[in-house]
């Protein structure tokens, strides 16, 4: 039986509405146990999920990061505070270095290059694919927030795709609600984060959703 028919996702998404966002973790552990993971991009307010995780099942399953060589110091920093705060870690990269990826597909950071789809492949696609690969991934915890960009707002908290589920603990969260719980339990915030994927205005989805899973049957 595939895994997608073992969870109704309309009705758990349904029920979703009217539970709290430790609720929801809580469920998705019970669900998955070890086949459950963390992402993190290392961006603005991604100290809040393993901080939630961690407080709702007294430990946090591995985080997993794509390195994908262009991040700033600001992003690296909020990595090493995850490894500070002894959080399993895992940080995947590109196979080719930013070095090669230069050379072989010149000016792909402009959106309107023919190279920059398949670049955001190598260096973000890929090695994420790869590493719910290795760590027998079932399931992953995001982060993301449906106020965050108009492409967001139909999103839904447990969705299906190649494999893998994604579960979106705080998805119904605002900009008050996530900032309140950065500040109450003093957790650092990177402001300067800068995802060369989304482009230079930030505005562009770099598709992680659609375009990563492990095409698993079980």
Known sequence: MKIKNKIDLKNINKEFLNKESKERILWAYETFKDGLLLTTSGGETS??????????LGFCPP???V????????????????????Y???????ILSKKEIEEK?????????????????IIKHEPLNRGFKELNA????????????EERKNTQFVQFNKGLYQILPILDWDYCKINKYLVLNKL???????DITKGP????????????GIYRNV
């Open 88 to 94: 399993d870690l895992k940080i995947y990269k590109s």
């Open 67 to 86: 390195d994908t060589g262009y991040f700033n110091d600001c992003t690296h920093n909020m990595i090493k505070y995850f490894e500070n705060e002894g």
């Open 47 to 56: 100290a809040v999920i393993p901080n939630l995780t961690r407080d709702v």
């Open 63 to 65: 985080i997993l990061f």
């Open 188 to 194: 650092p915030m990177n402001r300067n984060h800068f």
């Open 105 to 121: 597909f010149p000016n792909w950071r402009d959106p309107a290059s023919l190279y920059f789809n398949h670049v955001v492949s």
């Open 201 to 212: 205005d930030q505005k562009k989805e770099c598709n992680i959703w659609k375009e990563c």
């Open 138 to 149: 079932k399931a992953w915890l995001g982060g993301i927030m449906r106020y965050e960009t």
